[in-house]
């Protein structure tokens, strides 16, 4: 059985799907089976609609291995990781995360120098010596193109692009990718991101920026959390900002903090604290405490951090408002 983490992303779902059709090629039965549904604009990588929804009323299937994708913490699989325990076969997690496991690491490939565990999927098939076909290439696309934010995070690197390019020689077509993934935002997603935009607010030296979406704001527009997923990306945009979160009330209450570090700064530390995860310049964290609060002890955690770094870009500075 393979799955990723809850609420899953490009990354997630491509490289889960890459090594489905990879152990159905070689004649191995596989299921696909995440806890949340996947988003319209990643059927891409599932054009047979192999992916099944975890049903907490349907007993999983018994299999002799669980392949656990984009997460090296069982807690992020949600309301999967009781069940998947309860089966008491071996889980083997395959991630780029920087590692944070309790289990032996030398039962896991887990190596953070990777872009995405897309990536880190197409070296172990390269490495089996594997056929790449177009299905297989297409959902590694999909998770390298989409985990380094189209090829512009810090991680992405010269071994990035060179597997891109094998990929689109076996026919994966980057304008049509580009069109399902990037080209298809709701309205509903458009309206809630100008009600976000003026909720933006920044420390005095202007070196720490941060959005607030409530659960209200969501329903509102009738937007989806998916939605929301990039949002935190375009503050680290913004000219000085070194530290950008988007602070999101959830379903349930929590708090759920996405983190990002421009160049050298590494917001894991931030995360980690408060019991998150994720990679050194992008995290995240969700906490049962009241949103002003949490806006207060990140925004605190985030000003100490800068404090060991100098101020590289300080023109025009906004202020705290």
Sequence with gaps: MITTHALPDGDGL?????????????????????????????????????????????????????????TNESKMLGPMEEAIRALKKPMIFVDHHV???????????????????????????????ADIDSEIALAIYVSILTDTSSFRFKRTTARSHLIAAELLQKGVLPEEVYQQIYARDSFAKIRLFGKVLETIRTSEDGRIAWLTITKDMREHYKATIEDTEAFVNQLTLIEGVEIGLLFREEDDGRI??????????????????FGGGGHRHAAGVRLARPLDEVIRMLCDEARALLNDYPIKRHKNHARAS
């Design 14 to 70: 491509g490289s889960e799907m890459a090594m489905h059709f990879y152990l159905k090629k070689i004649g191995k039965k596989s299921y696909v089976i995440n806890s949340n549904p996947t988003p319209e604009k990643f059927q891409i990588v599932d054009p047979h609609q192999e992916i099944i929804v975890y049903d907490s009323g349907k007993a999983l299937p018994q299999v002799d291995l669980v392949l656990v994708m984009d």
């Design 99 to 129: 590692p944070d496991i309790e289990e032996n690491l030398d039962d896991h490939l887990i190596d953070e120098q990777y872009s995405s565990t897309g990536e880190l999927v197409y070296s172990f098939l390269r490495h089996l010596k």
């Design 256 to 273: 759920k903090v996405s983190i990002r570090g421009n160049r050298e700064v590494p917001v894991f530390g931030i995360a980690k604290k």
